[in-house]
């Protein structure tokens, strides 16, 4: 089945402390994985896309085949960075859908 | 200034009413789409396009329809037949079917009974 799965429905770290996102997946073809952000009042918008293998605002997310997870990370976190993360698959077979986690709301303190 | 508009932003529907949701893009893509939000849960696909009176179910689409007669246009009605249809509504396009480019979303609808 295919399936995306983040854990934490909420995570709270302070400013300056690490974070780590999780995210895994369950997908029999080759994946293709997004992380999507959406700040309070806006939009959902892309953060980063593992083909890219790009840091954005100081995001970074490697693919683990072997571990099926592809985990969002940041070395000090930010409170501009307080907002709701979506880990997304990648679906062809079905008009290239995308298949969401149940999000996860980073809550980042002073 | 392009992008994705829904309106309206907020919606009411009383028992038995059909409600259409409106989705327009100038970003000149072919394909569309519609997703369905519940708290706590991940977006679910309701229909996508790939072209103009070309439309495909998604993985919950019953109590849903959709038509597709302007490249610009996709809209969605709830229709009576959708017993739990209070949800956030969001609708994306990319530029055609099966592309590995992400996909960009309007802002939404948020669909509540009256």
Known sequence: AQRVTQPEKLLSVFKGAP???KCNYSYSGSPELFWYVQYSRQRLQLLLRHISRESIKGFTADLN??????????????EEDSAMYYCALLI???????IFGQGTELSVKP | DGGITQSPKYLFRKEGQNVTLSCEQNLNHDAMYWYRQDPGQGLRLIYYSQIVNDFQKGDIAEGY?????????????????QKNPTAFYLCASNLQLYSNQPQHFGDGTRLSIL
Do not use: I
């Open chain 1, 19 to 21: 974070v780590e996102l």
């Open chain 1, 65 to 78: 085949k072997g571990e099926t997870s592809f985990h969002l990370k940041k070395p000090f976190a930010q």
């Open chain 1, 92 to 98: 062809y077979n079905q008009g290239g859908k995308l």
């Open chain 2, 65 to 81: 329809s959709v038509s597709r007669e302007k490249k610009e246009s996709f809209p969605l009605t709830v229709t009576s037949a």
